[in-house]
C-alpha cells in the first residue's frame, strides 16, 4: 500500500538552530499539507501545495518557518530560527485532488522537540 | 471560519462493548464533507469514515458508524463490538465541498478500551 514518507522521525534541536523536515507523498498525488500537531491538539494546516504552487499559507509563521515543492512532487518545511514553541509533531499529508471528497493520507509524522 | 468541537477529551470503553464520540461543527456553508480519523500511538493519522453532507443516510464501515444530523451539525461516532486496537486519539474533521480548501480539525477525543 502507498505510503506518504516522512523524515527525520524524531529530532531534537536546541533554539536558535535551525531545523528541517522532509516529505514524498504518494506517486501521482498532487496536493500536499503541512501540519503541526502540538501535544494534546488537533493538527493545525500551515501550508498546502497545489503542484509546486502555495493554495494556503496563511497560518504559516513567515519570519521562521518556511516550506518549498519544487518540482511538485516531494517538499522540505523548514524551521530557522527554532524556539521552544516549536515543539510539536509536524504532519505531512496528500491527497489527489484538493477538492473537499478527495480522502488525506498522513505520514508518520516528524516529532520536534526543542531545548 | 469553520470550527469543529470535541467536548469530550477523554472516553473509556469495555471490550465489545459500543462507546460513541461526539463532534460538532460549525458552518454556514450547505456542502461539505465529514470525516473521523483515528490516531494511534506513534503511528500515523488513517481514516475511519466520511460522510458528505448532501447524503442524508448516515456512513458506516464495519463496526464504525455515524450519526449525522444537519440541522443540528452534530457528527457522532459510533463504534460497535470495541476491541483493544480500537484505543487511539479520534479526531473529527470538515472539509468544504470547493476546491482548494484544507482539513479542519477537533481538539480529539482519546479512546481508552479496557479488557
Known amino acids: 500500500e502507498a505510503e506518504v514518507a516522512q523524515s527525520p522521525r524524531y529530532k531534537i534541536t536546541e533554539k536558535s538552530q535551525a531545523v528541517a523536515f522532509w516529505c514524498d507523498p504518494i506517486?501521482?498525488?498532487?496536493?500536499l499539507y503541512w501540519y503541526r500537531q502540538i501535544l494534546g491538539q488537533g493538527p493545525e494546516l500551515l501550508v498546502q501545495f497545489q503542484d509546486e504552487s502555495v493554495v494556503d499559507d496563511s497560518q504559516l509563521p513567515k519570519d521562521r518557518f518556511s516550506a518549498e515543492r519544487l518540482k511538485g512532487v516531494d517538499s522540505t518545511l523548514k524551521i530557522q530560527p527554532a524556539e521552544l514553541g516549536d515543539s510539536a509533531m509536524y504532519l505531512c499529508?496528500?491527497?489527489?485532488?484538493?477538492?473537499?471528497?478527495?480522502?488525506?493520507?498522513f505520514g508518520a509524522g516528524s516529532r520536534l522537540t526543542v531545548l | 471560519a469553520q470550527t469543529v468541537t470535541q467536548s469530550q477529551p477523554e472516553m473509556s470503553v469495555q471490550e465489545a462493548e459500543t462507546v460513541t464520540l461526539s463532534c460538532t461543527y460549525d458552518t454556514s456553508e450547505s456542502d461539505y464533507y465529514l470525516f473521523w480519523y483515528k490516531q494511534p500511538p506513534s503511528r500515523q493519522m488513517i481514516l475511519v469514515i466520511r460522510?458528505?453532507?448532501?447524503?442524508?443516510q448516515n456512513a458506516t464501515e464495519n463496526r464504525f458508524s455515524v450519526n449525522f444530523q444537519k440541522a443540528a451539525k452534530s457528527f457522532s461516532l459510533k463504534i460497535s463490538d470495541s476491541q483493544l486496537g480500537d484505543a487511539a486519539m479520534y479526531f473529527c474533521?470538515?472539509?468544504?465541498?470547493?476546491?482548494?480548501?484544507?482539513?479542519?480539525f477537533g481538539a480529539g477525543t482519546i479512546l481508552r478500551v479496557k479488557s
Open positions: 506517486s501521482g498525488h498532487a496536493t
Open positions: 499529508a496528500s491527497s489527489y485532488k484538493s477538492t473537499g471528497a478527495n480522502v488525506l493520507t
Open positions: 460522510q458528505e453532507a448532501y447524503k442524508q
Open positions: 474533521a470538515y472539509r468544504r465541498w470547493e476546491y482548494g480548501n484544507k482539513l479542519v
